[in-house]
């Protein structure tokens, strides 16, 4: 959570979404976050980047937030943009797409909840967080 910017695939026009949580909290704490998506031009009033030549700088991570499927998808890009940080949000994960960013010299974080790891993130969060740190989620 200490880079300066994070592209995130998986908000979306749906609320609800996880991805729409994760790029709130983010937003709410001053970080760069660009919502990556297909056909959207905004999700809930940022810009949305169908492409990472489209972002006005080269994210230092990248959060998935999206099927273990569509993954393996996105992981050619991220390598091709040249983003050396991936986060598999909890859901997202695809051995094949963690092997695949690992080979490609890429930092991996899977597995893990974004929201527990901000400053001060709020309940539930902050309780998962304290159950993670001693050592119970582990």
């Given at each position: 959570?200490?880079?300066?910017?994070?592209?995130?695939?998986?908000?979306?026009?749906?609320k609800?979404?996880f991805g729409?949580?994760i790029?709130?909290?983010?937003?709410?704490?001053?970080?760069?976050?660009?919502p990556m998506?297909?056909s959207?031009?905004f999700i809930?009033?940022l810009?949305?980047?169908?492409?990472f030549?489209?972002?006005?700088?080269?994210?230092?991570?990248v959060i998935l937030?999206?099927?273990?499927?569509?993954?393996?998808?996105v992981?050619?890009?991220?390598i091709?943009?040249g983003?050396?940080n991936v986060?598999?949000?909890q859901?997202s994960v695809?051995d094949k797409?963690?092997?695949?960013c690992?080979?490609n010299?890429?930092?991996v974080?899977?597995n893990e909840?974004?929201l527990?790891?901000?400053?001060?993130?709020?309940f539930?969060?902050?309780?998962?967080?304290w159950?993670?740190?001693?050592?119970?989620?582990?």
């Amino acid at each position: 959570m200490k880079l300066r910017s994070f592209a995130l695939f998986g908000a979306s026009a749906k609320k609800k979404k996880f991805g729409n949580m994760i790029l709130a909290a983010m937003n709410k704490k001053y970080m760069r976050i660009y919502p990556m998506h297909r056909s959207a031009n905004f999700i809930d009033g940022l810009r949305a980047f169908s492409a990472f030549e489209e972002l006005p700088e080269k994210p230092a991570g990248v959060i998935l937030v999206i099927p273990p499927g569509e993954t393996e998808h996105v992981i050619d890009d991220i390598i091709a943009a040249g983003i050396k940080n991936v986060w598999f949000q909890q859901g997202s994960v695809s051995d094949k797409a963690v092997r695949y960013c690992m080979l490609n010299g890429i930092n991996v974080i899977s597995n893990e909840c974004v929201l527990m790891f901000l400053d001060n993130p709020g309940f539930p969060h902050n309780l998962h967080k304290w159950v993670w740190s001693i050592g119970a989620g582990k």
